[in-house]
């Protein structure tokens, strides 16, 4: 069976990642999992670590050595899966936002109906979120608005961080000049992969906010998708992309 990598990018994720790690283990289909952990001060490398010895050769970590963003970790995971087998490669948070159960969701859009990118879409069928305040939902919603405005993207939720990826899709980016790490990086893989012309499709899945842990959003993280977002139209422009 082609081989399947799910990328979790924690810090501070010692209430969630062992839950997460074994419920993504459960399902009925085959996946890996790399940790990419930005030396968190709660020790959940040091979790995994342990956890490792229950999961050899499926369970796999990388030590960064700070906190740098969210962009920077997944590139360092996508990196590390194209040195290596890996045919699918999936983002998800650490948090339980993103369901484990739609895995397996995520992983047939792109085996079974042929698309290089399927992305898990909080907006595709409406406003599925749940225990979001609704200034936030507003943001979101609003947020992705701009984008299609903007760039032309044909995508419903163009921040979401829930994607499976083929790797010709990874391959075919210079991961070195991703510049983005908040929500402009999720931005801007999907403009990339979209003018590169792969195929993109969006299935709707139900985000359920944190319930454990704190929130890494900042004002910074938005105000780099606001500004982002006009720098990327502006690169296509003059054929930067």
């Known amino acids: 069976m082609p081989q399947k990598l799910v990328i979790i990018p924690t810090y501070n994720e010692i209430e969630n990642i062992e839950k997460l790690i074994k419920n993504i283990f459960s399902q009925p289909v085959d996946f ?6 930005d030396s ?3 020790g959940t490398w040091a979790l995994v670590q342990q956890l490792q010895q229950d ?6 970590l990388e030590i960064r050595a700070g906190k740098s963003g969210l962009g920077k970790a997944y590139l360092h995971g996508f990196k590390w899966a194209l040195e290596r087998h890996y045919e699918y490669i999936f983002e998800m948070d650490a948090d339980f936002s993103h369901n484990p159960n739609d895995l397996i969701r995520l992983y047939n859009c792109c085996l079974k109906e042929d698309y290089d990118m399927c992305i898990g879409s909080r907006y ?5 979120v749940i225990n979001w305040p609704m200034k936030r ?82 004002g910074g993280i938005i105000k780099e998708a606001v500004f982002g977002v006009i720098s990327l139209k502006l690169k296509n422009l003059f054929g930067k992309i």
């Open 32 to 37: 890996d999992i790399l940790v990419v952990d």
């Open 40 to 42: 968190s001060p709660d």
């Open 55 to 60: 999961y050899e050769g499926k369970l796999h």
């Open 124 to 128: 595709i069928t409406g406003v599925n």
């Open 137 to 218: 939902v507003l943001l979101s919603w609003l947020a992705s608005k701009y984008v299609k405005v903007i760039t032309g993207l044909p995508i419903e939720d163009t921040t979401a961080g829930f994607i499976c990826y083929r790797r010709k899709v990874l391959e075919s980016m210079d991961l070195d000049n991703i510049k983005f790490i908040g929500y402009a990086f999720q931005i801007e893989m999907k403009f990339k992969a979209y003018k590169k012309g792969f195929r993109l499709r969006e299935i709707p899945v139900i985000f359920t906010d944190r319930t454990k842990g704190k929130s890494k959003m900042s």
